[in-house]
């Protein structure tokens, strides 16, 4: 996490000057801690961008090529844009004071806890961000109010992210990646097949491969999907079959999700990590990476510490991930 500091006037006066590097120290600190725990990475095409917005679009694929017999002419392939969908960066900001007699009377406590618990909410809010956008997704909505704004959960089809009917731009039949059947060994078995025959909106197959399953916190779910990938032998069968599943998935228990999720439900999802990397189906863009300023408060002498930074996120190929245990989803 790249923070950029400056520093306004007054700053140069001993009692503040003395001061302001263990503050950035601490900052930095923290902020490196929620770089390394954080899972948007793993979820997300994380970039950077240098716009006030960006179009996410994608292109389908060619048809192919043709035999044509000796001496035959080149046959004319082509490919054409997919559906399209603009991501603007919303403004973040943040603040918090050290008064005049904290820094002067040198309270360590309280130097060190304002700006960690500072750098923790800033972590907290992006990754509370990215559960309401996957959680209001796997609630069946096309959007989600998050901070008092509200915030678009539709692919770029306009069909929200988990949908029984995505539509194809060129051609193909409807595709379902919501599914109603809860947790179990059978029902990843069959949702990773169902992933694999994905289709492009030419109605080519597609190279999904599902990696990584995402639940929240839920002692139910845990102890099922341990349990259906945690041994190299199926603890149903007489003679112990070998079970398939075994050492093929990256687990993400992500508890964030817990609040924005339907209270007593159990969604699971799969995604296909290197599919989101290749394609941009969840993206987030950082436009604007966390300023911080730090200035003297002309009434009250305090030292202020000003955060501010622009980001978004949003949903664009549907494709990298499918979900079940959804109300209203389809049978697999």
């Not at 025959?197 to 080519?204: A, H, I, P, S, Y």
């Not at 003679?239 to 007593?264: E, M």
């Amino acid at each position: 996490m790249n923070i950029v500091f400056s520093e306004g006037s007054g700053l140069n006066d001993s009692v503040y000057g003395n001061c302001q590097a263990p503050i950035r120290m601490f900052i930095e600190q923290r902020g490196e801690q929620f770089e390394q725990t954080s899972v948007l990475k793993n979820l997300f095409l994380m970039g950077k961008s240098e716009n006030y917005g960006d179009l996410l679009t994608t292109m389908t694929a060619m048809s192919g090529f043709n035999p044509v017999g000796e001496n035959g002419a080149y046959p004319t392939d082509g490919m054409q844009e997919g559906y399209k969908k603009l991501l603007v960066y919303d403004t973040w900001k943040d603040s918090f004071r050290i008064s005049a007699e904290i820094i002067e009377d040198s309270k360590l406590l309280d130097l060190r806890a304002r700006p960690a618990a500072f750098m923790t909410s800033y972590g907290r809010t992006r990754e509370m961000f990215g559960a309401a956008l996957f959680g209001g997704a796997l609630n069946g909505n096309n959007a989600v109010s998050y901070r008092g704004k509200t915030f678009d959960l539709k692919a770029a089809d306009g069909k929200s992210l988990f949908h029984t009917g995505h539509t194809a731009k060129v051609k193909g039949a409807n595709q379902c990646n919501c599914f109603s059947d809860a947790f179990s060994a059978d029902a990843l078995g069959k949702l990773e097949t169902k992933m694999h025959l994905f289709r492009g909106d030419n109605d080519e197959i597609l190279d999904v491969a599902p990696d990584t399953i995402v639940i929240p916190e839920d002692a139910d779910l845990k102890k099922a999907v341990f349990a259906a990938i945690g041994a190299d032998k199926d603890p149903v069968t007489a003679n112990n079959a070998f079970n398939y599943q075994y050492g093929r998935w990256n687990v993400i228990v992500w508890s964030y999700l817990n609040q924005f999720v339907t209270g007593g439900t159990a969604p699971w999802m799969l995604l296909d990590s290197k599919y989101n990397e290749t394609y941009g189906g969840a993206v987030w863009n950082d436009r604007i990476e966390l300023a911080v300023r730090s200035t003297i408060d002309e009434n009250t002498d305090a030292n202020v510490w000003r955060g501010r930074s622009r980001f978004n996120a949003a949903f664009n190929d549907w494709r990298f991930a499918a979900a079940g245990g959804m109300s209203g989803g389809n049978s697999l």
